[in-house]
T-cell receptor, first 113, second 111 residues
């Protein structure tokens, strides 16, 4: 398995634009996480899916953020409209059960100017 | 790929020496712990894990020690190599999906 695959690796966008980040989890994993990493706050859990269902979205900062998981092999994180303070590295991770080892993707570095 | 904060602790180690990275965890109910390595520009990578019914676990060149009494976790890297340079952080899991990540320690290997 190629691991967790995220795209794009880098995204530079202007304030106010819509941004969509994509993730393909490891096949067979039933849990998917979206994290945001910044210098000041470290790794923050944004949302957790189990069997494609959002279980905990309490970490989603604002209504501007939304996430979907239409099937077991694909998830998106959307920011609309984007703001400069959204600049960070966004990671997707998956695990077999949600309480075991989480495998991370390479991340998407988002810069909003 | 920075971990957290403006004051990330840094450990500088001579190549070939052993490294010890420490982590204090917060939740006494946590029963599963993971050490991750994060190289610049990459995602966190699993190194080794340990469950609360153990106090020591060894992998290839790495050992994790768990002291539940004082809620302390350590990662020992034997014969540190330049490729070990990265940010290391621990994660605790109280049996749910809510991993709690430590602040991270930057390991610098000196040639």
């Amino acid at each position: 398995d190629a691991g967790v695959i995220q795209s794009p690796r880098h995204e530079v966008t202007e304030m106010g634009q819509e941004v969509t980040l994509r993730c393909k989890p490891i096949s067979g994993h039933n849990s998917l996480f979206w994290y945001r990493q910044t210098m000041m706050r470290g790794l923050e859990l944004l949302i957790y899916f189990n069997n494609n269902v959002p279980i905990d979205d309490s970490g989603m900062p604002e209504d501007r953020f939304s996430a979907k998981m239409p099937n077991a092999s694909f998830s998106t994180l959307k920011i609309q409209p984007s703001e400069p303070r959204d600049s960070a590295v966004y990671f997707c991770a998956s695990s077999l059960t949600g309480a075991d080892e989480a495998f991370f993707g390479q991340g998407t570095r988002l810069t909003v100017v | 790929g920075e971990s957290v904060g403006l004051h990330l602790p840094t450990l500088s180690v001579q190549e070939g020496d052993n490294s010890i990275i420490n982590c204090a965890y917060s939740n006494s109910a946590s029963d599963y712990f993971i050490w991750y390595k994060q190289e610049s520009g990459k995602g966190p990578q699993f190194i080794i894990d340990i469950r609360s019914n153990m106090d020591k676990r060894q992998g290839q060149r790495v050992t994790v020690l768990l002291n539940k009494t004082v809620k302390h976790l350590s990662l020992q890297i034997a014969a540190t190599q330049p490729g070990d340079s990265a940010v290391y952080f621990c994660a605790e899991n109280p049996g749910t999906y809510k991993y709690i990540f430590g602040t991270g320690t930057r390991l610098k290997v000196l040639a």
